[in-house]
């Protein structure tokens, strides 16, 4: 995502990519996810989709309206615990979305 609009935090675990657009101001925020096979097989990518996606479903009334957010996981979330994603992605979230 480029654009002046646009911003990015990573770590270790995850990186998260954000745009906000005047045209998408008064919408609601979406999100997407990118888990490669650099993860690990179909069950391992999975169960991370899964469990990032819990943790953007209990932040979700966080997230600003009109923001577009790509959650990527890296290599290493493959081993992560569900708590340590949750606090990945809530630590990447509060950097990306500050006005």
């Known amino acids: 995502m480029r654009g002046p609009g646009a911003s990015r935090a990573g770590g270790r675990l995850i990186v998260v990519h954000a745009n906000r657009t005047d045209a998408r101001a008064e919408l609601p925020p979406r999100v997407g996810f990118v888990v490669s096979k650099a993860v ?3 069950v391992v ?6 469990r990032l996606r819990a943790s953007v479903a ?10 577009d957010l790509v959650v990527r996981a890296n290599p290493a979330a493959a081993q992560a ?19």
């Open 45 to 50: 990518r999975n169960r991370t989709k899964r």
């Open 58 to 67: 209990s932040r979700l009334d966080g997230i600003p309206a009109g923001y």
């Open 81 to 99: 615990s569900w708590a340590e994603l949750d606090t990945a992605f809530g630590r990447q979230l509060e950097k990306v979305c500050r006005p």
């Open 40 to 42: 690990g097989n179909a």
